[in-house]
Structure formats: structure tokens, C-alpha cells
């Protein structure tokens, strides 16, 4: 039933049950035909506003939208939905569905990462809203993936103040990526070039706590062992500084 003309869309909009059009748009749904189904879920709410299958026709839209990929038309939906019925029993979902539709379309550290910074704070307000329920169970395991990449884009963009010689400005990121991304793969890495950029300064108390936060919680690191080469090639050894802002990350355990 895909590519419909406007005159069949009437005639099939027109005239029918509530139950009809639901029916319609979820057997329209189920053989694939997403944009189908949208606009008669979106019909539907359309000709009996009022009722209870409205309410479900207004998610089951988002739904086909998403399946479609038409993310932002879901993400309005959405959004509109849960402005409509905060208190509904579905509310839970219809987050979660929003945050699924920042989620994919996710891009690689490459590239502007806005999508994976909504897709961040909405993942992070469904753990916060429903902490109990298999959406904030889902959304902890896309975190750790959206984290990863917003802590990739701040690595990438250290590397590159480095190869300019720009070490405050690439020092800058890679703390970012200490303290707010310290769970993700980064941190080891972000932890050396830290060490390389202060060398590179000259400022050797910070290149050896740097060093010694590495060793201290990632022993068998090979970043570990690239930085205490570092120093040693500078007749440093890594040593702890109570004065260095990385002195709070030395209990921290990974």
C-alpha cells in the first residue's frame, strides 16, 4: 500500500471507525509501510481527538516515524506527547523512544557531535526519571557508547591543538576527558598526552603526577609504560603532587 495518491488517502481516511483506522494503521505498520501508517495514526488522532485511541495513535505516530527514520518528526511527536500526558502509564516509553532517536543518529568523533550531546542528556534523564525500569537499564548501556564518543571528539581535537603546539589548549581537553569522562577507553591515553603536553612546557611536576595517576590505576597500560618512558628519558620518575589538580583522581580506582 506505499505511495498512495491524495484522492485514495481520502477515501481511506474518510468514513471510517476509530477502531478501523487503528486497525488500518497498525496492520499498515506491521507489513513495513512506516510513512503509511504515520499518517493514519496521526488521521486518527486527527478525527476523534477526544478519545482514549488517540492518545495511543499520538505515541504509535512517533513509533512509525522512528521506525522510518524520520528522527525529528518522531522527536517532535515525542516531545509534544509528553508535554500532553506527563502522567500517562506510556510516558516512560515515549522518553525513551526520543532518547533511541538521538541516539541513532549518533555520528563518528569526526564530526559535530550535537546529536550525541541530546542523545547524552536525554539517556541521562531517562536513568534519572525511571531508575527501576528496562528503559533505564537500556539507556546506562547507550551512555556508555554516547560518552564514548563525546570523549573520542575531545580527544581528536587534543591531538590536533598538540600537533600544533598548542599544549594548554590540548591539555584543557584532555582534562575534560579525565573528569567527565572517566569511565570510557580514553582516559589512559588523555592521561599520557597530559604528561606529553606538560613535558613539552616544561612543566615536570605535572608530568610526573600525570604519570604516576596512570600507573596508579592502569598498571599494565601500554600508555602507562609510553609516559614512564617519557619521563625516564627526562631523568624524571612518576611522583605524586598534592598540589596537582590530578591529585583527587589518585584514589580513584577505574
Do not use: C
Request: charge should be negative; aromatic fraction near 12%; hydrophobic fraction near 35%.
Amino acid at each position: 500500500m506505499p505511495g498512495l495518491s491524495e484522492g485514495k488517502e481520502e477515501a481511506l481516511f474518510r468514513d471510517k471507525s476509530v477502531e478501523a483506522l487503528y486497525n488500518n494503521a497498525l496492520d499498515n505498520l506491521e507489513a513495513g509501510w512506516h510513512q503509511n501508517a504515520a499518517k493514519l495514526f496521526d488521521e486518527l488522532e486527527s478525527q476523534h481527538p477526544y478519545s482514549a485511541w488517540a492518545i495511543k495513535a499520538q505515541l504509535m505516530a512517533a513509533y512509525s516515524n522512528y521506525q522510518q527514520g524520520a528522527y525529528d518528526e518522531a522527536i517532535i511527536a515525542l516531545e509534544r506527547y509528553i508535554e500532553l500526558h506527563p502522567g500517562h502509564r506510556d510516558v516512560g516509553y515515549a522518553y525513551y523512544l526520543k532518547g533511541l532517536s538521538y541516539y541513532e543518529q549518533i555520528s563518528d568523533v569526526g564530526r559535530d557531535q550535537k546529536m550525541t550531546q541530546l542523545a547524552l542528556v536525554t539517556l541521562r534523564d531517562i536513568v534519572k526519571r525511571f531508575p527501576d525500569t528496562p528503559f533505564a537499564r537500556d539507556a546506562r548501556i547507550k551512555l556508555e557508547l554516547t560518552q564514548d564518543n563525546l570523549a573520542g571528539k575531545e580527544m581528536e581535537i587534543g591531538r590536533y591543538y598538540m600537533k600544533r603546539r598548542e599544549y594548554l589548549a590540548a591539555i584543557n581537553r584532555f582534562k575534560l576527558v579525565i573528569e567527565k569522562f572517566q569511565t570510557t577507553k580514553h582516559v589512559p591515553e588523555a592521561l599520557h598526552r597530559v604528561t606529553e603536553s606538560y613535558l613539552a612546557l616544561g612543566v615536570t611536576d605535572e608530568a610526573q603526577m600525570a604519570t604516576a595517576v596512570l600507573g596508579y590505576n592502569y598498571p599494565g597500560s601500554s600508555w602507562y609504560e609510553d609516559s614512564y618512558t617519557l619521563l625516564e628519558q627526562n631523568s624524571l620518575t612518576p611522583q605524586r603532587k598534592e598540589s596537582s589538580w590530578l591529585s583527587w583522581l589518585w584514589t580513584w580506582t577505574n
